[in-house]
């Protein structure tokens, strides 16, 4: 079992909105130079630290090894679009030659637009809607796309024997909640779920949840479905434990980060349930090396965020070793050779084994089930 402390990862970040990260060795022309915007401050920046961190130790590990070198360097997005687009003008300005694109679906989005303008491959980590990779043929995702995400939650939770009265509270002006929302509601009405409670909230009504929960409450709902990020539905635990209500609680991969929120009781969490593509306490060799370098650097265990953008590092080394590609070759010329490799490779890493990539930049990989215990993730599989 592992247990997380309340320390956000912006410590690393402190108020610069710029990060350049090396490695210890001579880059330049030897180097692949590889670029991301991340919240590394604000609201969710948990989830970019998370990111950089773990792209970093991954950066780490494979200069060590000698043959392919990355530099490896991060712009603060704020998780914003505007300021992502900023971001990467400036990381464009820096040299990137590959780029791991933005954390968060709305900046990437709006980065996806430049790369695939500029030629520039990105493989996201997390940005998980469907739009970051529509119509862009050298934009390809880690993470698990919105939809999949719906469905695949609709399709465990039969198999599990859950509840079959579920209600679905959801933010209507955010893609990634949209996204797996709509798919949930068309993967239960094929499985026999019945949804009984289908309410929504956007910017500007979301610290009140009480419409919400009643409407839940009343409908008989037996189990509530939040594909959301962790911040609403901290607030959404919170309230319904204080009027009374204890279904069975269904979350997505944007609920990792709930434990380590501040001023959150970790009690309100207790028997949640969640799809992820990591586990932290699996008994694999790799994971645990992973989790312990983590615990090492950052004082906190890793996150599935970490472990999606460490995978995309050794996925580009891969991709780049397979195209027996070379640090001076520009951008262009390096996401024709990644497009062919990542539709036609499989890689393996902590997030999931014999990974292979669509046309479209989707992944194919199996999620982990996860329930919240005693203050901890455990593995539900």
Not at 251 to 258: E, K
Not at 343 to 364: H, I, P
Request: hydrophobic fraction near 40%.
């Amino acid at each position: 079992m592992r247990k997380r402390t309340r320390r956000a990862f912006t410590l690393a970040a402190g108020l610069a909105l710029s990060v350049v990260m090396a490695a210890g060795c001579a880059f330049g022309a030897e180097a692949f130079k590889l670029g991301g915007t991340a919240p590394l401050t604000g609201g969710a920046a948990i989830y970019g630290n998370a990111v950089k961190n773990g792209a970093q130790i991954a950066v780490d590990e494979i200069n060590a090894m000698g043959g392919v070198q990355f530099e490896l360097r991060y712009e603060d997005d704020v998780h914003d679009a505007e300021k992502a687009v900023n971001a990467y003008n400036l990381l464009k300005d820096w040299g990137m030659q590959l780029s791991m694109g933005a954390v968060t679906s709305k900046p990437c989005e709006a980065t996806a637009a430049e790369t695939f303008n500029d030629r520039i491959f990105a493989l996201t980590p997390s940005a998980s809607a469907k739009a970051v990779t529509t119509n862009k043929d050298n934009m390809f995702q880690m993470c698990f796309v919105d939809p999949n995400q719906g469905s695949a939650s609709a399709q465990y939770m039969v198999n599990k024997g859950l509840p079959r009265k579920v209600a679905v509270i959801w933010k209507n002006d955010d893609v990634y909640s949209k996204g797996i929302h709509d798919t949930f509601v068309a993967k239960a009405k094929e499985l026999g779920i019945e949804v009984v409670s289908d309410t929504t909230f956007a910017d500007g009504n979301d610290t009140d949840f009480s419409v919400q929960l009643t409407d839940a409450q009343k409908n008989g709902a037996e189990l509530v479905f939040l594909p959301m990020y962790y911040q609403h539905a901290s607030l959404i635990l919170a309230q319904a434990a204080g009027m009374g209500y204890t279904p069975r609680w269904f979350g997505v991969d944007g609920m990792d980060g709930i434990l380590t929120m501040e001023g959150f009781d970790t009690k309100l969490a207790e028997g949640v349930m969640l799809l992820t593509p990591f586990n932290a306490d699996s008994e694999d060799e790799r994971t645990a090396k992973f989790v312990a370098e983590y615990k090492k650097r950052c004082k906190d265990v890793p996150n599935q965020f970490a472990a999606d953008a460490y995978d995309c590092v050794y996925a580009f080394k891969m991709a780049l070793e397979n195209a027996k590609a070379t640090p001076d070759m520009d951008a262009q010329t390096l996401c024709g050779l990644m497009i062919e490799q990542f539709t036609s490779m499989t890689f393996s890493g902590l997030t999931g084994t014999n990974m292979t990539w669509n046309k479209a930049g989707e992944v194919t990989k199996d999620p982990k089930g996860m329930v919240i215990k005693d203050g901890a993730y455990v593995g539900l599989d």
